[in-house]
Structures are given as structure tokens and as C-alpha cells.
């Protein structure tokens, strides 16, 4: 059985996201969370899935309110 893990990109800036999620996707795991209590996060989410959008589902975690969820959805997480 093969249980799927989720990169959890905690306290991460936005500068900082896309190099971490290259090391994340490089071990194989193509599911990456930005919790919204991340510095920026809805840029860091804006960046990575212009980054890997293609490779990787990008979403958000700490969520929190109906307008969050549209605020994610609006940067492109899923």
C-alpha cells in the first residue's frame, strides 16, 4: 500500500519556498502545503505553483474562513 505524504512548508518565505519545494519534489513527494500562519503565504503559493504547477498539487493549510479558501484559490492552490 502506498500512502501519500504532504510537504508541510511551515515558517517558509516566499524566497524561500520555491528552492525548498525543488528539494521536496526531488524526494518524490508531489504534495505541498502552505499553512497560512506562513510568512506571505499566499505569494509562496503563488510562486510555487507557477513554479511547479505541473508537477505538484499546491494548497494551503491553517484555513481557517470561506475567504481564505477563495484567497487560495485566487493565488492558484488547489
Sequence with gaps: MTL????I???VTPDEAVDIA??????G??????????PNPLESIRRLVDA???RAIVGAGT????????EVHAAGGA
Excluded: K, M, Y
Excluded at 513527494?29 to 506562513?38: D, G
Excluded at 484555513?63 to 477563495?70: E, G, W
Design 52 to 54: 511547479f504547477g505541473e
Design 4 to 7: 501519500p505524504l504532504i510537504g
Design 29 to 38: 513527494i508531489t504534495q505541498i502545503e502552505v499553512p497560512l500562519n506562513s
Design 22 to 27: 525543488q528539494a521536496v519534489l526531488a524526494a
Design 63 to 70: 484555513v481557517l474562513t470561506p475567504a481564505q479558501v477563495r
Design 9 to 11: 512548508l511551515r515558517g
